[in-house]
């Protein structure tokens, strides 16, 4: 990786262990602009860790990484881009006996808020009270607030939407948006595929410390996004519900059949036409649908 690497976040063989506990194992990636980049795994599975990193606020063991050009080891120099970047970490812990909008007072004097009004009309909290009042949810908007108000060219966050009502997630899924028609880079983690299905380019995903996935959204789900359940009268053997366009067929129980597939149902409906089907459900596929049947249980996923 040289120093003159222009991507908004730039990773390689990136390792962080805490002693013996491996918290992520070679990470290469790298976050373009104008892309909305989605960290998908589920619990444990390195993504705070890697998002402390990136951050600063933990060394990495090996390897590399670099935000907006500077390496996240180099402290000062990270410092210096602390303007352009805008960070909403998983817990939000603010400092309970002061208001809301004390902390948008010190977060625009470190960084800038030339968004503060505007986000505040779309993310409203009770900003005269004490942080240590707010629910959940207002913490989670206030965070928001204080991520975007100085309008940064990158943009880290540790799963954003936990706690935020439907209404809420989905203006900050156009906040991404138009920060991405911007050419602004954006980057968060999920354990929910929805919304990474919804808003992201990219998606990488991590399992166990490791990505064992990297690739655009479509083409993830191009392959494997829908899941149908079909319940047969009869009890073929699973070959024989094999097609093109299939990613895996798995026997639940006898006559019953679970098909994960591209979202041309066609040739599922011309094989089913062979037998009776006396049931048949299809649906999207959800995230344990993802890591459980298309990358195997074993330790490390796939080889
Ligand atoms: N401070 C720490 N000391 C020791 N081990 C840690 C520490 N922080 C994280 N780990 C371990 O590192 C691994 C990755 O944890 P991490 O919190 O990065 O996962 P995550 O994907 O963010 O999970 P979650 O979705 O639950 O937040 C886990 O095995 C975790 O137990």
Same mark, same amino acid.
């Given at each position: 990786?040289?120093?003159?690497?222009?991507?908004?976040? &730039?990773?390689?063989?990136?390792?962080?262990?805490?002693?013996?506990?491996?918290?992520?194992?070679?990470?290469?990636?790298?976050?373009?602009?104008?892309?909305?980049?989605?960290?998908?795994?589920?619990?444990?599975?390195?993504?705070?860790?890697?998002?402390?990193?990136?951050?600063?606020?933990?060394?990495?063991?090996?390897?590399?990484?670099?935000?907006?050009?500077?390496?996240?080891?180099?402290?000062?120099?990270?410092?210096?881009?602390?303007?352009?970047?805008? #960070?909403?970490?998983?817990?939000?812990?603010? #400092? !309970?006996?002061?208001?809301?909008?004390?902390?948008?007072?010190?977060?625009?004097?470190?960084?800038?808020?030339?968004?503060?009004?505007?986000?505040?009309?779309?993310?409203?909290?009770?900003?005269?009270?004490?942080?240590?009042?707010?629910?959940?949810?207002?913490?989670?908007?206030?965070?928001?607030?204080?991520?975007?108000?100085?309008?940064?060219?990158?943009?880290?966050?540790?799963?954003?939407?936990?706690?935020? !009502?439907?209404?809420?997630?989905?203006?900050? #899924?156009?906040?991404?948006?138009?920060?991405?028609?911007?050419?602004?880079?954006?980057?968060?983690?999920?354990?929910?595929?929805?919304?990474?299905?919804?808003?992201?380019?990219?998606?990488?995903?991590?399992?166990?410390?490791?990505?064992?996935?990297?690739?655009?959204?479509?083409?993830?789900?191009?392959?494997?996004?829908?899941? &149908?359940?079909?319940?047969?009268?009869?009890?073929?053997?699973?070959?024989?519900?094999?097609?093109?366009?299939?990613?895996?067929?798995?026997?639940?129980?006898?006559?019953?059949?679970?098909?994960?597939?591209?979202?041309?149902?066609?040739?599922?409906?011309?094989?089913?036409?062979?037998?009776?089907?006396?049931?048949?459900?299809?649906?999207?596929?959800?995230?344990?649908?993802?890591?459980?049947?298309? #990358?195997?249980?074993?330790?490390?996923?796939?080889?």
């Amino acid at each position: 990786m040289t120093g003159g690497d222009t991507h908004p976040i &730039a990773v390689e063989g990136l390792t962080k262990y805490y002693g013996d506990v491996r918290g992520v194992e070679d990470l290469t990636f790298s976050v373009e602009n104008g892309e909305i980049f989605g960290f998908l795994g589920p619990n444990g599975a390195g993504k705070s860790t890697a998002i402390r990193v990136l951050l600063g606020l933990l060394g990495p063991t090996d390897g590399e990484a670099r935000v907006l050009g500077r390496n996240v080891t180099d402290r000062n120099a990270l410092r210096a881009v602390k303007r352009d970047l805008g #960070y909403l970490p998983s817990d939000v812990t603010f #400092y !309970d006996r002061v208001t809301g909008e004390a902390i948008l007072d010190y977060f625009g004097r470190l960084r800038g808020e030339t968004r503060r009004e505007e986000l505040l009309e779309r993310f409203p909290v009770p900003l005269e009270r004490h942080v240590k009042a707010y629910s959940s949810g207002n913490r989670q908007k206030l965070a928001i607030v204080a991520a975007f108000m100085h309008d940064p060219e990158l943009a880290i966050m540790d799963e954003p939407t936990s706690g935020l !009502d439907p209404l809420v997630q989905n203006e900050f #899924y156009d906040l991404l948006e138009e920060r991405k028609r911007r050419g602004l880079a954006s980057f968060f983690s999920s354990h929910v595929l929805s919304e990474v299905r919804r808003v992201c380019d990219r998606v990488g995903i991590i399992r166990n410390g490791r990505l064992i996935e990297l690739d655009t959204v479509s083409n993830i789900l191009a392959e494997r996004g829908t899941v &149908a359940t079909v319940r047969l009268a009869e009890e073929p053997p699973v070959e024989a519900l094999e097609f093109r366009g299939i990613a895996r067929v798995d026997r639940l129980e006898s006559g019953t059949y679970r098909l994960a597939l591209s979202r041309e149902f066609d040739a599922l409906i011309d094989r089913l036409h062979e037998y009776t089907v006396l049931d048949l459900e299809v649906r999207e596929a959800s995230i344990d649908d993802v890591f459980l049947h298309f #990358y195997g249980d074993g330790e490390d996923g796939p080889s």
